[in-house]
């Protein structure tokens, strides 16, 4: 972890050498769910993997957090490790919904970009109101209570049941636990909050990657097609045998996608 200092700006694992690769992890994780892709990418390029505000080791800011404001200190650290030049973006669930706001507030620094398991839609009144629930448990009851939400719906049937799988689910269900209650309860409202992106899809005009699992239940392949669909020339791989979480289910053939997509960009 000797690269993955917190300075003034977000905790960022910073690795490789070449055109950059901004990874933005989901709730309630850090950088560690993109393991499998930070050494598959750094063999060409600069690989950069940040924990959002108040998650892993970065700091929670004052005051309530919003898409907006993930997207903002992504652009300080993209500045602090002196980026000048349009990067490869990638978003995984709630880092695509920061993704999609960074790209509408800093659309020159993005060359192309990778939405993963993710969607541009914001919530219904029903879902945000389940998060505010949640935070409020949170806050009572620790970030466990966030890991008991959220484990059952990250994988597919097949690798909950799985044996074999156990490890990786409970080292899931651990970093999940790990995050700050805190900072688990202000992404849950910046969540419920965020504006629907929908209307943004159709001015993306750079080459655009989506990523979904095949049984998918938070983000299912429908909506991503349908995200795809309103994004000119982008093209959709969908992971066999993965649930939402193909990053760490399936690393293979996600590695395969974003590898084949970054090509030589
Ligand atoms: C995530 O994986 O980041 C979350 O499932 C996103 C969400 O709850 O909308």
Redesign the pocket.
């Known amino acids: 972890m000797s690269q993955h200092t917190a300075a003034n700006t977000l905790a960022c694992l910073d690795r490789g050498h070449g055109p950059v690769v901004l990874l933005v992890h ?2 309630p ?1 850090d950088h560690r769910m993109w393991e499998h892709q930070i050494d598959a990418l750094a063999a060409n390029h600069r690989v950069l993997a940040p924990d959002l505000c108040g998650f892993g080791d970065s700091n929670l800011p004052d005051g309530k957090v919003s898409m907006d404001c993930y997207a903002k200190a992504l652009d300080a650290l993209l500045t602090a490790k002196g980026v000048k030049e349009p990067v490869h973006l990638a978003g ?4 695509g ?1 920061v993704a999609l706001a960074f790209l509408r507030l800093f659309a020159s620094r993005v060359g192309s970009l990778m939405l993963i ?3 541009a839609a914001g ?1 219904s009144e029903e879902a945000a109101q389940g998060r505010a629930k949640l935070a409020q448990k949170v806050l009572a009851e620790g970030s466990s209570v966030a890991a008991e939400a ?1 484990v059952p ?2 994988f597919s049937d097949a690798t909950l049941k799985d044996h074999d799988q156990a490890t990786l689910v409970s080292q899931v269900r651990q970093m999940m636990e790990e995050q700050d209650p805190a900072a688990v309860a202000a992404a849950l409202d910046a ?1 419920a909050h965020r504006p629907d992106s929908t209307p943004c899809l159709a001015k993306i005009r750079i080459p655009t990657l989506v990523i979904v699992g095949e049984h998918d239940v ?2 299912p392949p429908a909506e991503m097609k349908k995200v795809a669909g309103e994004i000119a020339g982008s093209k959709v791989v969908t992971i066999k045998g993965a649930g ?2 193909t990053t760490m289910e399936q690393p293979v053939a996600v590695n395969k996608a974003m590898k084949d997509f970054l090509g030589g960009k």
């Open positions: 989901g709730f994780l995984f669930s709630m880092g919904y398991d993710t969607k919530d959220m719906k990250m969540m938070i983000t939402h979480l």
